[in-house]
């Protein structure tokens, strides 16, 4: 589980079209075999207009959303499918294909 907190509000990130993040490390030697793997390489635009269109529709209930990706392109289902969690500016997501 992960858990975050703004550090400094600001109303500048409202009409911001980029969020930065900054993220702490501590090296250790006992890794267990389920330890979370952070990937940091962006979604394929397809995949992220997705991601953009459901939180759209989430953010007014906070209610789980979902939409059809048979349309999308494979490299981009590939990457959703291969997404287990999704880290955004306003919450940590759930995410799963079927």
């Known amino acids: 589980m992960y858990r975050g907190h703004e550090r400094q509000q ?4 409202f009409f911001s079209n980029e ?3 900054v993220a ?3 090296p250790t030697d006992d890794t ?3 330890a979370p793997t952070l990937h ?6 397809a995949a992220r207009r997705v991601i953009d269109d459901l939180l759209a529709d989430w953010a ?3 209610d789980p959303v979902e939409a059809d990706v048979s349309d999308l392109d494979d490299q981009s289902r590939r990457a959703l499918a291969e997404t287990e ?3 955004a500016h306003v919450a940590a997501f ?3 294909l079927w």
């Open 10 to 13: 600001t109303d500048a990130a």
């Open 19 to 21: 969020v930065w993040y």
């Open 24 to 26: 702490s490390v501590t």
């Open 32 to 34: 267990p075999d389920d």
């Open 40 to 45: 940091l390489d962006p979604l394929p635009t």
């Open 60 to 62: 007014p209930t906070l």
């Open 85 to 87: 969690r999704l880290l």
């Open 94 to 96: 759930e995410v799963r």
